[in-house]
DNA sequence: AGAATATATGCGGATATGCGAATATTCGCC
DNA sequence: GGCGAATATTCGCATATCCGCATATATTCT
């Protein structure tokens, strides 16, 4: 019962929801999201543990960065029923069309930055 | 989106799952959620009243009581694929089954007791 | 109308949540 | 090893949430 609430409180905020929706898309790390949300790296990092730890998300290294994707191998008892309401709740939302559009110019920064 | 989250918000809480979960099983009036929950009388009332706003319930006057009912109508959408996930979860839980137990000897009180 | 019952609501306090700013940690490259 | 980049975590604050208590409203019966 306290997993399906922590399942809940996953979905109750608008900034994993947008979150979410990015990672729908395609997988990310931390600071693609930050490009396409447009916020804090605190801010990403943090609501991407939370949905992490819910389950809707695992997480993978691949050299500097953490690549987080949308877990449907444990998540999909709850991620395939929702997952048709996130996005007919979501696609109607202007913050979500400009998260999009962001996520397109979007790009991994590193490593060192230099190789550019 | 916001209307997502507020239904997200209202399944967040142990106290509305336990009466979601009582509801499903037959409507009732908010003294008989107090007997079933073993709760307060405004802690019920105010729980019931935001499962009705988030959609997910129906209220009508009986006489002297107000009836609470799974809204299936509207809130379907979310009633249906949640439904099942709500069982899964709750139906291990011990609380659950204790809510279940007094609900059968839970009684409409009124009105004025006097009849009885 | 008045008493009693059922429900809703305002208020105050305790706890939880979300955030930015700063700091810590981990990794890759020289 | 040392530096810079990517990510995680700690801290303090503002706000939201939940509850009990008390009170207000609505309904029934006499």
Known sequence: ???????????????????????????CCVCEVMQALDIS??????????L????????????????????????NRYATPLAKL??????SSEVIAQDKERLKHAVRMGPTALGK
Chains 1, 2 share one sequence.
Do not use: C, P
């Not at 109750?12 to 929706?21: A, F, G, K, W, Y």
């Not at 790296?41 to 939370?50: C, M, P, T, W, Y």
């Not at 695992?58 to 949308?70: E, F, L, M």
């Open 52 to 75: 992490e730890d819910a389950g809707f998300l695992t997480a993978k290294r691949d050299g500097a960065w953490i690549v987080y994707s949308v877990d449907w191998q444990t998540a």
């Open 41 to 50: 790296q605190s801010r990403a990092s943090r609501n991407l543990g939370i």
């Open 86 to 91: 996130l996005r007919d709740s979501l696609d």
């Open 1 to 27: 019962m306290q997993d399906l609430i922590k399942t809940m409180k996953a979905l109750s905020d608008e900034t994993r929801l947008r979150i979410l929706n990015v990672l729908l898309e395609r997988e």
